[in-house]
C-alpha cells in the first residue's frame, strides 16, 4: 500500500529513508559508546588497589612533599660524574709553557732570570727541549711536576734554581659541545675548571633545548645530567668538564602531557619542574563550566618504570582557592590529566543517548508519512 502510493516518489523517499536510517543508526552507536568515568569518592576507589591504582588525594598539608617526592627523584637527577676532589690541569701536546729559571735573589729584576724569548710549545712528542737538561717529558703532567722535573735537572749547573712554570697557551685540551644550542663546537680548557652550566650558558640554549637529560660521553661511558633541576630547584650536580668530555644537549621530546576528560582534549608541552595542574588547564582552555565535575580532577602516572601501576592525584577544585594547591602540584612528562563530568551530566548524556534512536525512528515515520501522503 505504502510502496503503490508512493511509486511517483520513489527516488525522493529512497533519499529520505537513507538520509533517516543513517541519522538513526549514528544515534544507536552512539548510545552504545561506552563513556569514560573514573569514581571520585572513597567508596567508588575501594577496588582500585586490586587493580595496581592508588589514589592520593591532594591537600594542602601534603602537595610540597608530593611535588619533592616525585619531581626531584634521584632517577630524575641523572647519573652525573662525580668530581674529583681537585681539578687539575694536564699539560699537552701544542701547549705553550713560560718557563723562567731564578739564579739569584732579586727576583723582582729581569736581569736575576734566565727567560726564553717566547713561550715553548709542547712536542708531539709530548716532550720539549730546554737548554742543559735536553728534552724535558711534558704531556699529561701537570705545571707542578714539570717545575720539579726541571728543578732537579738543573741543579747540576745551578746552585739551588729557582723555577717558575705556568702555562701561556692553553690549546691541547678541549671539550665538544653538540645538540641544540646556537653555539656548537670545541671549547678550549684552561687551569680554571669549567662546568657544564657554564659551557651550555655560554653556548646559549634552543628554546627546543631539554636541559633535563643533557649527557657526557666521557672515556666510553655516557652520563646524564638534569640541569633544568640544578637551575630551577638547586639539586642534582654542575659537574666539572674533563678534556674529550663530549656534551650532547638533546631536542624536547616527550616532554608533554595529555588531557582528556571534560577539558578541550589536547597535549600540553611542559618544562620539568616548571609546569603545574593549574598552568596547564589554564592552556587547556578551562574546565567546561557546565559538564566538568570540580571534585574530580585526576592526574594519571605510572608508580614506577616497570609493569602497568599507576598513582592517581585527586584534586578537588570546589572552592577557588584550592587552585592555588593545583599550582604547587607540578606534573610530570607522560602524566595524563584527566576531568570526569558532573553526574547530572552523566544522566543527561545516557538519557539523550537512550532517547536518540527512538527520535530518529520517530522522524522517520513522519518523513514516510509526509511522503505517502503527497
Excluded at 543508526?25 to 595496581?52: H, M, S, W
Excluded at 729584576?109 to 709542547?122: D, E, H
Aim: hydrophobic share 40%; glycine share 8%; net charge neutral.
Amino acid at each position: 500500500m505504502f510502496q503503490k502510493q508512493c511509486k511517483p516518489f520513489r527516488g525522493q523517499l529512497n533519499v529520505a529513508r537513507r538520509a533517516v536510517l543513517l541519522g538513526a543508526g549514528a544515534a544507536v552507536l552512539t548510545a552504545c559508546a561506552p563513556q569514560t568515568t573514573f569514581p571520585i569518592t572513597e567508596a567508588g576507589q575501594k577496588n582500585l588497589v586490586d587493580r595496581d591504582i592508588r589514589v592520593i588525594k591532594v591537600t594542602r598539608d601534603n602537595v610540597a612533599r608530593l611535588t619533592a617526592e616525585y619531581v626531584a627523584p634521584d632517577a630524575a637527577i641523572g647519573n652525573p660524574p662525580r668530581d674529583s676532589s681537585r681539578y687539575t690541569y694536564r699539560v699537552g701536546v701544542g701547549d705553550g709553557l713560560d718557563i723562567r729559571i731564578w739564579t739569584g735573589p732579586e727576583r723582582s729584576s729581569a736581569q736575576g732570570s734566565l727567560v726564553p724569548p717566547r713561550p715553548i710549545v709542547v712536542e708531539e712528542t709530548g716532550k720539549f727541549f730546554y737548554p742543559y737538561v735536553g728534552d724535558v717529558p711534558a704531556a699529561g703532567r701537570s705545571v707542578a711536576e714539570i717545575r720539579e722535573y726541571l728543578t732537579q735537572a738543573l741543579s747540576e749547573y745551578i746552585a739551588m734554581p729557582q723555577v717558575e712554570v705556568s702555562v701561556a697557551d692553553f690549546v691541547s685540551r678541549r671539550v665538544t659541545l653538540t645538540g641544540e644550542v646556537t653555539q656548537q663546537g670545541e671549547t678550549i680548557l684552561t687551569n680554571n675548571p669549567l662546568r657544564l652550566l657554564s659551557l651550555v650558558n655560554t653556548a646559549v640554549p634552543t628554546d627546543e633545548a631539554d636541559l633535563s637529560a643533557v649527557t657526557i660521553s666521557r672515556a666510553g661511558r655516557k652520563y646524564t645530567v638534569n640541569l633544568e633541576a640544578f637551575i630551577t630547584r638547586g639539586i642534582g650536580a654542575n659537574p666539572i668538564l674533563l678534556p674529550n668530555d663530549i656534551v650532547t644537549v638533546p631536542r624536547l621530546d616527550g616532554q608533554s602531557i595529555y588531557v582528556f576528560g571534560e577539558v578541550p582534549t589536547r597535549e600540553v608541552p611542559i618544562k620539568v619542574g616548571e609546569t603545574n595542574v593549574t598552568s596547564v588547564l589554564a592552556q587547556s582552555g578551562g574546565l567546561d563550566k557546565l559538564r566538568a565535575d570540580t571534585r574530580g580532577v585526576f592526574v594519571f602516572r605510572r608508580s614506577g618504570p616497570v609493569a602497568g601501576g599507576y598513582d592517581v592525584y585527586q584534586i578537588d577544585l570546589q572552592n577557588a582557592d584550592t587552585y592555588l594547591i593545583a599550582s604547587q602540584m607540578a606534573v610530570l612528562p607522560q602524566d595524563i590529566l584527566y576531568v570526569t563530568s558532573d553526574p547530572i551530566t552523566r544522566v543527561t548524556d545516557n538519557i539523550t543517548k537512550v532517547l536518540s534512536p527512538v527520535t530518529g525512528v520517530t522522524r522517520a515515520a513522519s518523513a514516510g508519512r509526509a511522503l505517502a501522503t503527497e
